[in-house]
């Protein structure tokens, strides 16, 4: 009965289709995503109700990366092990509260998630599991990687992306604003756009300053942060950009791969917008900018553990790295790999913070504390 239940709800259930992440030129509600879903909850339901077709290999991925250049990359793992992949998409928040809610009749294999934030929430929920993988310990980071449980991590990284500071030419010069903590300078009173405190993005790299300054200091400087705004935080990454680009504050935060999106838009005025607005890679004197991950994780009620291991193996691959990517104008998180991105080529190299992004995670509850108390939305 329990398991009729699941079927009907994994066939039918709403999938959140909204694309915070969305390129531009890509719809931000993809019609397949019902579809998949119902076929994938089909298919589940049908290996429950009988054995599956003798043989065939499968791994079931949820994931909230949505890029087009990422069907080359299911499609080449396919062609490589002969192992279908059965893919539901849904953002971050709807891809956790789907695996709580499917509890052990869970179907999925592979986990991708974007922010360290998010991947260290799935790991205190109990969502994943460990992996112990040479391949990946030689080719990611272990800065990259979550905590090592004994028996390895239980996510792993598999794209970076630098949170980085934008500003208006025209008022602000860009020595005023390269450190993070100059966002609570009070020479930018009233001058500061930024999307909600709560947000993943920020939680992340509000919890690296947390490592980097300490309680005090950062509980200190979130408040500046929200002396500083020029609105309450709203929209995503791409709206405080525009922002700046009206005028309507004179810096901004963003992550690297929106601005990316933004000079290689085919609209003129993006592209005008662009021209108007400068980019700072803070902290190139000090600790290094902000980055953060997308990564991939091991579901803890995986029926296909050897599976799941291979995919996340191939994803560190050089092949693998550059399609992730530049599928997004992120950055391969495997050193060494070269893209060719003219985009993010032309915002030049930077030094980044060498903080682990688990530490970073980890620090996400106290650093939510700290906004509640300084009123930061
Ligand atoms: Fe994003």
Known sequence: ??????????????????????????????????????????????????????????????????????????????????????????????????????????????????????????????????????????????????ADTGQGPQWIGISTRARVVVYDKARVKPEQVDTYEELAAPALKGQVCIRSGSHPYNLSLFGSMLERLGPQR?????????????????????????????????????????????????????????????????????AGTHVNISGAAVARNAKNREAAQQFIEYLTGDDAQRMLADGNNEYPVVPGVRTENPALAALGRFKSETVPVARVGANTAAVQQMLDRVGFR
Not at 238 to 255: F, L, P, S
Not at 264 to 275: F, I, N, P
Request: proline share 6%.
């Open 218 to 286: 950062t509980e200190a400087w979130l408040k500046g942060v929200v002396d500083n705004l020029a609105r309450p935080p709203r929209g995503g990454d791409t709206d405080q950009i525009r922002g700046v680009a009206a005028g309507e504050c004179a810096v901004a935060v963003t992550n690297t791969y929106y601005f990316a999106r933004l000079m290689q838009s085919g609209s003129a005025a993006d592209r005008d917008l662009v021209a108007r607005v400068g980019v700072v890679f803070p902290e190139q004197a000090g």
């Open 1 to 146: 009965m329990t398991i009729i239940r699941n079927c009907i709800n994994m066939g039918a259930s709403p999938i959140q289709t909204l694309r915070e992440d969305a390129p531009m030129n890509q719809p931000r509600i993809s019609p397949r995503v019902p579809l998949i879903a119902a076929v994938l909850g089909a298919a589940a339901c049908l290996a429950f109700a009988a054995p599956a077709r003798a043989q065939e290999k499968v791994l079931n991925l949820y994931s909230a990366r949505h890029y087009q250049t990422d069907e080359a990359l299911y499609a080449n793992f396919t062609k490589a092990t002969g192992i279908r992949i059965n893919r539901v998409e849904a953002d971050d928040a709807g891809i956790l509260a789907r695996l709580k809610a499917e509890g052990a009749a869970s179907p999925a294999d592979v986990i991708l998630l974007v922010d360290a934030a998010r991947l260290w929430r799935g790991e205190q929920d109990g969502l994943f599991q460990p992996m112990k993988s040479a391949v990946v310990e030689r080719r990611v980071p272990a800065q990259f990687r979550g």
